[in-house]
């Protein structure tokens, strides 16, 4: 995975609708750019609709949420219809980008090795550098504190990263 500090790779992929969304065509804006495996897989549903219920306020942080799979764009056009979201995914079909960015992996699964997306996401500034990253992302995490089980959704530390970011 890439560093923070560190200048993100250039990127230019399509959107769901056939548009391609550049890296350098955003510059001045900050970018939360996040990674997942599967449209329409359980893990990747409930964090497409996190990004797309929090989309208003990433909008107010002047940022913009764009998702990176390897499904089609057509594939991404259903996702998107199917549970409403609103946010711009991007498809990268060659995994050439995803590489670049060190989030296409070797996987174990079952005792079978495979390339896969490990579940990431990082956060551009508006010059383009890696400001944050998180690894490995689990979407959303029972944790126990005081004896107190709560969850933390990953959404909402971006946002809140995002802030410390901006201040």
């Not at 510059?27 to 208003?56: H, M, Q, R």
């Not at 549970?83 to 991007?90: A, F, K, P, S, Y």
């Not at 959303?140 to 933390?152: A, F, I, L, P, S």
């Amino acid at each position: 995975m890439i560093e923070v500090g560190t200048k993100a790779p250039e990127f230019c992929l399509p959107n769901q609708d056939d548009i391609e969304i550049c890296l350098r065509d955003l510059k001045g804006k900050w970018i939360v750019l996040y990674f997942y495996p599967k449209d329409n897989t359980s893990g990747c549903t409930k964090e497409a609709c996190d990004f797309t219920e929090a989309t208003p306020e990433f909008e107010g942080l002047d940022a913009v949420i764009l998702g990176v799979s390897a499904d089609s764009t057509k594939r991404h056009r259903g996702f998107i219809e199917k549970q409403n979201l609103g946010i711009t995914l991007l498809s990268d079909e060659s995994t050439e980008m995803m590489n670049s960015y060190g989030v296409w992996q070797l996987k174990k699964n079952y005792g079978r090795e495979y390339m896969g997306i490990v579940r990431s996401t990082c956060i551009i500034d508006p010059q383009g550098q890696i400001a944050a990253v998180w690894n490995n992302v689990k979407v959303r995490q029972k944790r126990k504190k005081q004896g107190e089980t709560y969850e933390v959704v990953h959404v909402e530390e971006v946002k809140k990263k995002l802030k410390e970011l901006q201040s």
